[in-house]
């Protein structure tokens, strides 16, 4: 029951991967210039592509293992010397409903981690914080707290457990609307054990980011009622993404223009003790399941402007922004490094996502100055819209050899 968040090391394996055999692929920058749009040719593919996503699956004969594709997609590439191209298609329910179209508000999951993490340098850059403040300056008793600095939640350095494990996803899928709360989060984390020392390792875990929520909560102080409020007007609007939404900690309610989405839950074996086999609707979920470490909502389009911000440091001091861009490699993940709040590998600058019903992959290819945003909805783990990802890459790529 661990797969759900554990394989996260893997999906990020599989985006580097993607872009490394994007990236061997020749490309002549200056052949992209003049046009005011793709080729016609090109977007072809994508739509091809991208319809992959959503193929016909015939649940009722699939076995375990087999991968259930998604319900529905936003896509948005920006590719030097072209007009914008967006895509969107397919629904967020597996019984029908409305269209997927780009102005659609989704799930983006772990994206909302660089907007968590420019908001806590930003509240460095204004003195209210620092990033060697200990953790127990603001969630005291969790493990080695006294010794675990800002930096190392941002930097997924903490050691701190992991507090998705075990049953979290199993009462999620369950009662996605449940009352749950971060002091729930917190309790899960306090009465875990650290999977190393602070700073000797890079562990992809959502609890540094859980907690960070809370570490801006207690830094903005007045008159910011929330972590979510402070960061809307500190980095959301000024970020001019007029498409992001983040949703208070109870606030099950979709925000105006979204959508929810359905999660297919895949067993090996049914048990009593997991959720049945099948669909699962989670479009209404309470934000506090993931919090800080991945509730927004957002667009592709808006995604792709939070890329200019975030890989430019636009909301923060030159210091500010180096501290963020100082990476470090994963800990039993070749190719993929952290800094704080972003990742970097295979030639890709940017994060990927995941929450229950909802994928995405948001990434920069820094040497050629092409942005892709991928938004999958639906799908079971098996579903990794990198690959997808890595082959619109190509494509670009390969369209003007």
């Known amino acids: 029951m661990q797969k759900f968040y554990r394989h996260i090391h893997r999906r990020l394996g599989s985006v580097m991967a993607c872009s490394t055999i994007a990236l061997s692929v020749a490309f002549d920058a200056a052949a992209f210039a003049g046009d005011p749009s793709l080729p016609l040719a090109l977007q072809r593919q994508f739509t091809r592509i991208a319809n992959q996503m959503i193929a016909p699956v015939d649940l009722s004969e699939a076995k375990s293992g087999l991968s259930h594709h998604g319900l529905g997609y936003s896509i948005y590439l920006e590719v030097p010397g072209y007009a914008p191209f967006a895509l969107a298609g397919g629904t967020t329910n597996p019984n029908g409903g409305a269209t997927i179209a780009p102005s659609t508000l989704l799930r983006v999951g772990s994206v909302t981690k660089t907007m968590t993490a420019v908001g806590v340098l930003k509240l460095v850059d204004q003195g209210r914080l620092s990033l060697d403040d200990t953790l127990d300056e603001f969630v005291p008793a969790c493990p080695n707290g006294a010794t675990i600095t800002v930096r190392d939640l941002l930097g997924m350095s903490s050691g701190l457990p992991e507090y998705t494990d075990g049953d ?151 210091e500010m922004f180096a501290e963020q861009m100082t990476f470090r490699p994963f800990s039993g993940v070749e190719g993929s490094e952290y800094g704080l709040g972003i990742l970097r590998g295979g030639g890709l600058l940017g994060h990927s996502g995941e929450v229950l019903g909802s994928k995405s992959e948001m990434y920069l290819v820094p040497d050629l100055g092409v942005k892709i945003v991928v938004i999958a909805e639906g799908g079971d783990d098996d579903l990794q819209p990198s690959v997808y990802m890595g082959e619109m890459l190509s494509a670009v790529l390969r369209f003007k050899l």
Request: glycine letters at 8%; proline letters at 9%.
């Open 168 to 318: 979290f996803v199993v009462a999620w899928i369950a009662e996605p609307t449940a009352p749950y709360t971060i002091e729930d989060t917190i309790a899960r984390i306090q009465a875990g054990k650290p999977m190393f020392e602070p700073g000797a390792e890079v562990v992809y875990t959502n609890s540094n980011y859980a907690l960070l929520g809370e570490v801006i909560e207690i830094a903005a102080g007045a008159p910011w009622a929330s972590w979510e409020q402070w960061l809307t007007a500190q980095v959301i609007v000024p970020a001019g993404l007029t498409s992001t939404v983040i949703p208070e900690g109870q606030d099950i309610a979709l925000p105006a223009g979204a959508q929810g989405g359905w999660y297919y839950f895949d067993l090996d074996e049914p048990s009593k003790e997991l959720p049945a086999p099948g669909w699962h609707d989670v479009s209404l979920q309470t934000p506090a399941y993931p919090s800080a470490a991945g509730c927004a909502f957002s667009t592709a389009s808006d995604l792709a402007q939070w890329l200019d911000v975030l890989t430019t440091g636009a909301l923060l001091s030159p």
